[in-house]
Nanobody, 124 residues
Framework: QVQLVESGGGLVQAGDSLRLSCATSGNDFRTYTWGWFRQAPGKEREFVAAIRTTSQTYYADSVKGRFTISRDNVKSTIYLQMDTLKPEDTAIYYC??????????????????WGRGTQVTVSS
């Protein structure tokens, strides 16, 4: 049974940092591209970052230079280090696996399944 468990969210102030984790099981972790997405109230789910099997990384322009995605193939876990957080980063953050081609890596419909997410709230 595939499981994704996101954790590490919380309430922080603008400028603070958080490190999100996504622990996975029941899947062939090493063979997937893994992505982080977020969804704020009343908005669509949006791409944040992705990491391919080669460990090549991709970021949304809004987080580039502030967020870092990484993967641990031994622990089957994905991380998102978030620095210099802003109020507009407030959302529920989700991880998900994909085998999308590079041109589709930002499309949430190309990801197979989702965890329950972890809430990140950044106060000004």
């Amino acid at each position: 049974q595939v499981q994704l468990v996101e954790s590490g969210g919380g309430l922080v102030q603008a400028g603070d940092s958080l490190r999100l984790s996504c622990a996975t099981s029941g899947n062939d972790f090493r063979t997937y591209t893994w992505g982080w997405f977020r969804q704020a109230p009343g908005k669509e789910r949006e791409f944040v970052a992705a990491i391919r099997t080669t460990s090549q990384t991709y970021y949304a322009d809004s987080v580039k230079g502030r967020f870092t995605i990484s993967r641990d193939n031994v622990k089957s876990t994905i991380y998102l280090q978030m620095d210099t957080l802003k109020p507009e980063d407030t959302a529920i953050y989700y991880c998900a696996p994909s085998r999308a081609v590079l041109s589709a890596i930002r499309d949430p419909t190309m990801y197979y399944y989702w965890g329950r997410g972890t809430q990140v709230t950044v106060s000004s």
